[in-house]
T-cell receptor, first 112, second 115 residues
Framework: DAGVTQSPTHLIKTRGQHVTLRCSPI?????VSWYQQVLGQGPQFIFQYYEKEERGRGNFPDRFSARQFPNYSSELNVNALLLGDSALYLC???????????FGNGTRLTVT | AQSVTQLDSQVPVFEEAPVELRCNYS??????LFWYVQYPNQGLQLLLK??????LVKGINGFEAEFNKSQTSFHLRKPSVHISDTAEYFCAVTLYGGSQGNLIFGKGTKLSVKP
């Protein structure tokens, strides 16, 4: 079975721009979580979605938003990019709310 | 609120030596505990988890961890490491009964195994 797939793998944006990151969960997984991993730090929780509903939100500004589609794929949107948004963005999926997480390889976002 | 402290940012060790990576957590309520491994340019992979029951948890690749409630610790151990164990290791926590999708991670420990 295919694992969690994220696109694109790398992305370079300019300050003030908008970015959309995409995630396809493992087949049969109904929940998607997003994490931000700044260089040298552990991942930080951004959002969790289950059955298309938001089930958790981390301490991130409103510039960050996400949604989950009927096929359980997900998008993370970031508006008005700042230099500090440069990071590895990780998507993870789980079969149900009490299942373990399976991570994708991430999207490396660089903001210049 | 919960928090996780990984006491060592880097741990160098020789091949076939034992290793312990330390993790302490802070929480006023019961928690679930996890260890993840991240190889270069990859996502995270679950090594093991403690949800309830036996405090000694065995995971993949020969790793194990022991939950110590009185010391609020969840240290990761391996009796004999290989070069292939070189990676970054993250301890994580979430509320007992809560979603395993909403985790609080420590800052990580880079394990470097030398020949």
């Amino acid at each position: 079975d295919a694992g969690v797939t994220q696109s694109p793998t790398h992305l370079i944006k300019t300050r003030g721009q908008h970015v959309t990151l995409r995630c396809s969960p493992i087949s049969g997984h109904k929940s998607v979580s997003w994490y931000q991993q700044v260089l040298g730090q552990g991942p930080q929780f951004i959002f969790q979605y289950y059955e298309k509903e938001e089930r958790g939100r981390g301490n991130f500004p409103d510039r960050f938003s996400a949604r989950q589609f009927p096929n359980y794929s997900s998008e993370l949107n970031v508006n008005a990019l700042l230099l500090g948004d440069s990071a590895l963005y990780l998507c993870a999926s789980m079969r149900s709310m009490d299942s373990p997480l399976h991570f994708g390889n991430g999207t490396r976002l660089t903001v210049t | 609120a919960q928090s996780v402290t990984q006491l060592d940012s880097q741990v160098p060790v020789f091949e076939e030596a034992p290793v312990e990576l330390r993790c302490n957590y802070s929480s006023s309520v019961s928690v679930y505990l996890f260890w993840y491994v991240q190889y270069p340019n990859q996502g995270l992979q679950l090594l093991l988890k403690y949800l309830s029951g036996s405090t000694l948890v065995k995971g993949i690749n020969g790793f194990e961890a022991e939950f110590n409630k009185s010391q609020t610790s969840f240290h990761l151990r391996k009796p004999s490491v290989h070069i292939s164990d070189t990676a970054e290791y993250f301890c994580a926590v979430t509320l007992y009964g809560g979603s395993q999708g909403n985790l609080i991670f420590g800052k990580g420990t880079k394990l470097s195994v030398k020949p």
